[in-house]
Nanobody, 118 residues
Framework: QVQLVESGGGLVQAGGSLRLSCRAS????????MGWYRQAPGNQRELVAI???????NYGDSVKGRFTISRDNAKNTVYLQMNSLKPEDTAVYYC????????????WGQGIQVTVSS
């Protein structure tokens, strides 16, 4: 089992920045990819960004050029730097970890609220 604990959410004005952190603990070697998804009220959960253990990244189209994902493998932590935030970025952000080869190993954090005011 892997436990994911998110931190860093909150309220920010449009154009501002926030940094989310997610620390993994437990059976760390069972996972490779870590990342973030988000879900706004009435919407489906969508990909924000993911990063592999080796540093390969993938971003959702709506955040490209504004958000940056990074990872510290020594600390088992993934970060999401969010710049130029927009009101439409308002959502609950979920940390995600998985083994892309074995779908039995997939984990979610409890979610953290990010609210961007206009």
């Amino acid at each position: 089992q892997v436990q994911l604990v998110e931190s860093g959410g909150g309220l920010v004005q449009a154009g501002g920045s926030l940094r989310l952190s997610c620390r993994a603990s437990g059976d760390i070697l069972s996972i490779n990819d870590m990342g973030w998804y988000r879900q706004a009220p009435g919407n489906q959960r969508e990909l924000v960004a993911i990063i592999s253990r080796g540093g390969v990244t993938n971003y959702g189209d709506s955040v490209k050029g504004r958000f940056t994902i990074s990872r510290d493998n020594a600390k088992n932590t993934v970060y999401l730097q969010m710049n130029s935030l927009k009101p439409e970025d308002t959502a609950v952000y979920y940390c995600h970890a998985r083994n892309p080869i074995n779908t039995d190993y997939e984990y979610w954090g409890q979610g953290i609220q990010v609210t961007v005011s206009s």
